[in-house]
């Protein structure tokens, strides 16, 4: 079965530190990524997406992936965090037709 | 506005009683999803549709919870009397067929409370 872990659930840090959220996955098959974002009060955005290719893969607001593939793994990164980026993060694995997601990382920034 | 939508955004509910929520998709797309989401958690998948065709259910989808999307456009999900383990977010979303990486697009969910 596809699952998806998330290692961190409270990640705290002050503004422009650098961030770094892991994602691993298990699934045996061609396997799509994502990282959406949740912010307060509001509904589930992409941020990236990987679907093969270049295994680092870059998307809105400065954030970036690199998709690890000898470690099923799947890390969102920022060299640089916002007080705006306090938020939901969830990592989600597509092998089939549906996403499976993670628990979710919740990231506040201190200002 | 051409996102996904839901409605109700926020439903209160007396325990045993039924309650529908509605999603339009994004118009194009022929690939509508329902999802559950309770704090804290990740969103956990219920049931898929292609156009009108009911292709997946979770085992979380009980007898009472039921999904329908009669003409390939809008769907309902409908949960039979409710239970106060019901209370969490429903969130609706949908995506196009033919690519298997299509984006899966959310709407902004619908809350329900069992009281």
């Known amino acids: 079965a596809q699952s998806v872990s998330q290692h961190n659930h409270h990640v705290i840090l002050s503004e422009a530190a650098s961030l770094e959220l892991g994602c691993n996955y298990s699934?045996?098959?061609?396997?799509?990524l994502f990282w959406y974002v949740q912010y307060p009060g509001q509904h589930l955005q992409l941020l990236l997406k990987?679907?093969?290719?270049?295994?680092l893969v870059k998307g809105i607001k400065g954030f970036e992936a690199e998709f690890i593939k000898s470690k099923f793994s799947f890390n969102l990164r920022k060299p640089s965090v916002q007080w705006s980026d306090t938020a939901e993060y969830f990592c989600a694995a597509r092998g089939n037709e549906k996403l499976t997601f993670g628990t979710g990382t919740r990231l506040t920034i201190i200002p | 506005d051409t996102g996904v939508s839901q409605d109700p955004r926020h439903k209160i509910t007396k325990r045993g009683q039924n309650v529908t929520f509605r999603c339009d998709p994004i118009s194009e797309h022929n690939r509508l999803y329902w999802y559950r989401q309770t704090l804290g958690q990740g969103p956990e998948f219920l049931t898929y549709?292609?156009?009108?065709?009911?292709?997946?259910k979770s085992r979380l989808l009980s007898d009472r919870f039921s999904a329908e999307r009669p003409k390939g456009s809008f769907s309902t999900l409908e949960i039979q009397r409710t239970e106060q383990g019901d209370s969490a977010m429903y969130l609706c979303?949908?995506?196009?067929?033919?690519?298997?990486?299509?984006?899966?697009?959310f709407g902004e969910g619908s809350w329900l409370t069992v009281v």
């Open positions: 549709f292609q156009n009108e065709a009911q292709l997946e």
């Open positions: 979303a949908s995506s196009s067929s033919g690519h298997s990486g299509n984006t899966i697009y």
């Open positions: 990987y679907f093969s290719g270049d295994p």
């Open positions: 699934y045996g098959g061609t396997v799509n």
